[in-house]
């Protein structure tokens, strides 16, 4: 008996001496660490998922795991002030992006603090400090041809396939809001048919006009339709750019 408890010690003591970095099974504050779990828009966790802090003062420093399993993480932290990030890699429609996830606190934090944060998959929103822009994508609007102002131009995005598998209940309907406006914000990532229709600001029949995708150079099909995917251009930044003009 006295042997066969003295083995049961010794395997547990291996185990977890053998656990990997990052792995969390209890999720509970626990001091000198940060702990939480990722998962994506449906709740579903995100194995292998990159989560890092960084100390936010005057030296640098950090320290980063990724995910295991079941999406949980933990990080050891020595003294200092912290905010903590994550991103993971999806690819879409041919494409690699690194998507940013959503802390549920983004404030900064301490080895006192032994904080639990958990991140989420999220399609659209602001990004919150000290973070910059949004989680959706971006659309470049660019005038051709014609002299129709961009705030009397309509845009329908009718959704083909979003990144993460959902859908949409409806089309998105965007008008920019001043003739200056340089970009449509915050589209949730996924592969679009887009239609353009002059809507005059003083009245007046409404009519489709002609789109370019400036990345791909495709032009209108005959019902002024065009395709549309988002590139990524770096972490957390996603963008596609269309052009309008009127028919010659």
Known sequence: MKKQLILFLLAAV????????????????????????????????????????????????????????????????????YRIYA???????????????????????????????????????KKPIPLQGYFGGYIGLYQGETNIPKNEVEFTFTPLELIDGSTLAQPLVLRPGE??????????????????????????TPRTLFLKNRDTNQTSASNGTISLDFKPESAGWYRANIEYYEAE
């Open 14 to 81: 291996l185990f977890v001496a053998c656990k990997p970095a990052g792995e969390a099974d209890d999720l509970s504050p626990q001091k000198g660490y940060v702990s939480g779990k990722v998962t994506d828009s449906k709740g579903q966790p995100i194995s292998n998922a990159f989560v890092f802090i960084s100390s936010t003062g005057p030296y640098s420093s950090g320290a980063s795991v990724h995910t295991d399993a079941q999406g949980k993480y933990r990080i050891k932290m020595d003294y200092g002030t």
């Open 87 to 125: 991103t993971f890699e999806k690819e879409f429609a041919g494409k690699l992006y690194e998507i940013q996830l959503k802390p549920d606190n983004s404030d900064s934090f301490s080895v006192e603090d032994s904080p639990v944060i958990d991140f989420k998959w999220v399609l659209t929103g």
């Open 179 to 204: 003739v200056s406006t340089q970009y449509l914000e915050d589209l949730p990532l996924g592969r679009y048919t887009v239609k353009a229709t002059h809507k005059p600001l003083g009245g007046g």
